[in-house]
């Protein structure tokens, strides 16, 4: 069985925006018990992860790493036709994730304590963003 | 309900090979509906990725970072049986993905306007790479 | 159909185990024949991936890969709670993936002859750690 949505989420600027609570629902709206939730991102200059939604000093210490990984205006790139952060966000976007998988059991997402679903916005100004989350049982 | 199949496909050099169309042509031919499809390379030097298929010069530039984030010959590397791009490749395929996932309704991709699937070798020499595609839905 | 299990891992210190085995089992169990083998950790401070299973010098290049990717105790991280290898390991493990999706058929993970399926441990001590495995078919 298939359950399929799409979330349009605006972003204010680069960072990380949880978006837990909105998969939660549709897990809950679906009334799946047993499965997996996939949720991707349309785009290729945001992405997603599950990391820790406890400290927010986790997320800034990683927009510092991502900031080395694929720094903003290197003067190496080619494609800079939207500015210093295109190619960055679209190198950031391939170190990350288009898609994340999370199981559900008994109807709940199986995430850990410390864990929550992001989207992260990888260019400097916000946009708009459409997510699908396609739940599998 | 499950379809399998397996594409095999011949890399010319290191650098990335759009799959988009044989991918969606394995979708129609399942008249699955709605669904994800899952695809994954069964090698650890070359992976799969979604990024911009528009613009040549992102994919040129994610090599430029890709020798950054694994660099071919580098000292501190133990493992160079296969020469100067064997380790880097491992490491280049380890920061991508050996699988992605792409959500399909309606008998169509859900890709976005800009994203494209692509198989990255990472290897500068051409090889034969099986890709096994797997739809549920 | 879905079929779901826990794993209880423990890690000896930072570094990979391979769970190949034990997934292998899980398939053989569920007795589905063909489908999707998801593995998803319920932390952020160890991942997932799909490398080389036949020589240990990849994994330990692997290894000093990470400490570049993302260093032990850099003076830029705010978040250093539980010592200079916590931040790191969140770095560690956003890089890589906190599932990983093998597919299989005829009741066999259809990996690769040189693919194995590895925990990695980001944090220099060991832990508890629970994998969720999920098979969809």
Redesign the interface.
Known sequence: M?H?EMLRLRTSRRGMMEITPQVMEIVKRSQIK???A?I?????SCSL????NA?P??L???E??ACR??PDGDP????D?EGDDD?AA??R???????????F?DGRL??????GIFLWEHRTQGHSR?V?V?L??
């Open positions: 298939a399929q047993t499965g997996l996939h991707f991102v349309r785009h290729t992860l599950v990391t820790e400290d000093d986790v800034r210490d990683l510092t790493l990984w694929a190496a790139y080619a494609h036709l190619m679209h190198g976007s391939v170190l990350t994730d288009t898609s994340v998988t999370i199981p059991g199986l995430l850990g304590s410390w864990q459409e699908i396609t599998m049982g």
